[in-house]
């Protein structure tokens, strides 16, 4: 099969090259997905799990991308819950072989039904931001209704998310990122913006909850302005600032049916909007995942026109 692989950490995204891989089989519990569409989060290539398997042994070259939307083409021994020839969606295993391919094997659990009226690409495009987002407020942050949020990078992939969700369950969400962001973050549901290159974040006064995909500087002024009780939630590692009088927690995104369930009603009732910047064909993907200029929100990649 073609796939995109990597086999050198420092190259990071420009070291990424298509090539002719071995089609996975399905171990038990797995299923086969015939990929249609692939989303991939830089980040990842910085993550022990592209690199080296549970054991810490050395796995490239390895396929990146863990976000897929396609069709289930073989189940592995024992594998209940879905069936071939299914539509699905989900997160795939950060220390397998990903989803920047035209087939990926995954554990049933990682994955949702995706309902055919959603496109593969907008399905791609939700497992990382939209479980994030998710998990950041309801799980690890203890969202309560009527509390503020501040979302670091709101115009983002996790940020866009968070912002929507948080709005919806009852949130006052500030925004935050840079200059050219201000109208995207408003669009998605913040009911103010701070420029993070230009505004006082001080000036916001306190908070409830604040939502970071940033940390450093930013992180360490943020932790400051949270409420007594409340909670700074860091998807950028181990927070390196506390709250005085509140909680500091970090996580990496878990797969989980019901919350991809959760999300794909919400986009089909329209109450979740994704964040697509760019869609490539895997021909283009190289290209595309190193763009020369700022992509605003996610690049999806179509595996399968
Ligand atoms: N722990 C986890 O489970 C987890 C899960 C998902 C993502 N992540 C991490 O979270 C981060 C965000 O992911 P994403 O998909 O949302 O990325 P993204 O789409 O690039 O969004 C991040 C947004 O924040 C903005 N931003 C970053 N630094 C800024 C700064 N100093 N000042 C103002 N704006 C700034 C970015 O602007 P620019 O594009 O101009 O920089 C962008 O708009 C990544 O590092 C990713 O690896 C972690």
Redesign the pocket.
Same mark, same amino acid.
Request: glycine letters at 24%; a positive charge; charged letters at 15%.
């Given at each position: 099969m073609r796939a995109i692989v990597v086999t050198d950490e420092a190259a990071g995204p420009a070291g990424m090259t298509l090539a002719d891989r071995p089609e996975p089989e399905a171990a038990g519990n797995d299923v086969v997905v015939q990929v249609h569409a692939s989303g991939f989060?830089? /980040?990842?290539l910085?993550w022990p799990g592209t690199w080296t398997d549970r054991l810490g042994r050395d796995r490239t070259p390895s396929i990146p991308g863990h976000e897929v939307a396609g069709v289930v083409s073989a189940l592995g021994y024992g594998t209940r819950g879905l069936s071939v020839g299914q539509r699905v969606f989900g997160l795939t295993d950060w220390t397998r072989d990903g989803t920047l391919a035209e087939y990926v094997a995954v554990e049933a659990r990682n994955l949702a039904p995706l309902p055919g009226d959603v496109d593969f690409t907008v399905g791609a495009s939700l497992p =990382?931001?939209g479980l994030?987002a998710w998990?950041g407020l309801f799980v690890h942050g203890r969202f309560d209704v009527g509390q503020s949020v501040l979302v670091? +990078?709101?115009?983002? /992939? !996790?940020? &866009?998310m968070v912002t929507q969700l948080a709005r919806e369950a009852g949130a006052y969400v500030i925004g935050? +990122?840079?200059t050219a %962001?201000r109208e995207a973050a408003l669009d998605f549901g913040a009911q103010e913006f701070v420029d993070? +290159?230009g505004s006082e974040l001080e000036e916001i006064g306190g908070v409830d909850l604040v939502f970071d995909? =940033?940390g /450093?500087d930013?992180q360490k002024r943020s932790a400051a302005l949270v409420r007594a009780g409340g909670t700074l939630v &860091? =998807?950028?590692?181990p927070p390196e600032a506390r709250p005085a009088d509140g909680v500091a927690v %970090?996580?990496?995104?878990e797969a989980d049916r019901a919350q991809l369930g959760e999300l794909v009603q919400r986009v089909r009732d329209g109450r979740l909007r994704t964040?697509i910047a760019n869609v490539a064909s895997l021909d283009d993907a190289v290209a595309a995942l190193n763009p020369t200029t700022? !992509? $605003? +929100? $996610?690049t999806i990649i179509q595996v399968r026109p």
């Open positions: 989060t830089p /980040g990842e910085t =990382i931001s994030t998990q670091h +990078g709101a115009a983002g /992939g !996790v940020g &866009s935050t +990122g840079r %962001d993070l +290159g995909m =940033i /450093g930013i &860091s =998807i950028a590692g %970090d996580f990496v995104v964040n700022r !992509v $605003k +929100g $996610k």
